[in-house]
Nanobody
Framework: QVQLVESGGGLVQAGGSLRLSCVAS????????MGWFRRAPGTAREFVAA????????YYADSVKGRFTISRDNAKNTVYLQMNSLKPEDTAVYFC??????????????????WGQGTQVTVSS
């Protein structure tokens, strides 16, 4: 069992930056691949970024590529999402998620086993 807790959300002006953190508790965090997803009001959940267990491989949605960076620190049981050049359309609740196939990049939320409660990111224009 893995418990995930996100933090770092908030209100920022367009063009600004935020760094989200997701701390995991439970067993063997370093074995899990991690992902970030988001859900804006009235829309479906959207894949944002993913990282394999070692951090060697990452993958991004086209909408955030070049602006967002996913990383992890297995010693701290934490995965990060650095968000730069934020746009109003990035406004959403951001969720981190984990799955046990540590070497695989997965982009569908249904493939993830564990989820955090989410943190709100609001970007004003």
């Amino acid at each position: 069992q893995v418990q995930l807790v996100e933090s770092g959300g908030g209100l920022v002006q367009a063009g600004g930056s935020l760094r989200l953190s997701c701390v995991a508790s439970g067993r063997a965090f370093s074995m899990y691949a991690m992902g970030w997803f988001r859900r804006a009001p009235g829309t479906a959940r959207e894949f944002v970024a993913a990282i394999t267990w070692s951090g060697a491989n990452t993958y991004y949605a086209d909408s955030v590529k070049g602006r967002f960076t996913i990383s992890r620190d297995n010693a701290k049981n934490t995965v990060y999402l650095q968000m730069n050049s934020l746009k109003p359309e990035d406004t959403a609740v951001y969720f981190c998620a984990a799955h046990a196939r540590g070497n695989m990049i997965l982009v569908h939320g249904d493939d993830y086993n564990y989820w955090g409660q989410g943190t709100q990111v609001t970007v004003s224009s």
